[in-house]
C-alpha cells in the first residue's frame, strides 16, 4: 500500500485548470503539515525538485512559491485523508510532475518536506 498517491493531472491548454488529489494511507494523516512540490521534465534529481505549496496541520496555514501564488491553492480534508491542489490559469512552465510530500509533524515548518515520502506523482501537462 503505497501511503501516498496523487491523482488528477493530465493534458490542459494554457489558461485551463485541473485538480490535484493526494490520498494518504497508513499514517497519521491529520498531523502532519503536507506540501506539493513538482519536478520539471528533464529533471531526475531530488535535490531539483520545485516546492509549490505547502499547508499546515488543520488547514489554517497555508504557503506558496511565488510562482503560483494568486493561482494555485492548496487545501486538505482530514476526514478523507486526502490533500488537494487547485491548478488555475496554468500556463507551459506548469509542465510536470505533482508530487505529495509529508511536511512536519504536529507543527507547520514552511517549505520543509520529507522528499522521500512523495507517492508516485500526476503529471501535469500544459500545452496548445
Known amino acids: 500500500e503505497v501511503p501516498l498517491a496523487e491523482s488528477g493531472g493530465g493534458l490542459v491548454q494554457p489558461g485551463g485548470s485541473l485538480r490535484l488529489s493526494c490520498v494518504a494511507s497508513?499514517?497519521?494523516?491529520?498531523?502532519?503539515?503536507m506540501h506539493w512540490v513538482r519536478q520539471a521534465p528533464g529533471v531526475s534529481f531530488i535535490d531539483d525538485l520545485e516546492?509549490?505549496?505547502?499547508?499546515?496541520?488543520?488547514?489554517?496555514?497555508?504557503d506558496y512559491a511565488d510562482s503560483v501564488r494568486g493561482r494555485f491553492t492548496i487545501s486538505r480534508d482530514n476526514a478523507k485523508n486526502t490533500l488537494y491542489l487547485q491548478l488555475n490559469s496554468l500556463n507551459t512552465e506548469d509542465t510536470g510532475m505533482y508530487y505529495c510530500?509529508?511536511?512536519?509533524?504536529?507543527?507547520?515548518?514552511?517549505?520543509?518536506?520529507?522528499?522521500?515520502?512523495r507517492g508516485p506523482g500526476t503529471q501535469v501537462t500544459v500545452s496548445s
Open positions: 516546492w509549490v505549496s505547502g499547508i499546515n496541520q488543520n488547514g489554517s496555514i497555508t
Open positions: 510530500a509529508k511536511g512536519s509533524y504536529r507543527r507547520y515548518r514552511p517549505k520543509l518536506y520529507d522528499s522521500y515520502s
Open positions: 497508513g499514517i497519521p494523516f491529520s498531523d502532519y503539515a
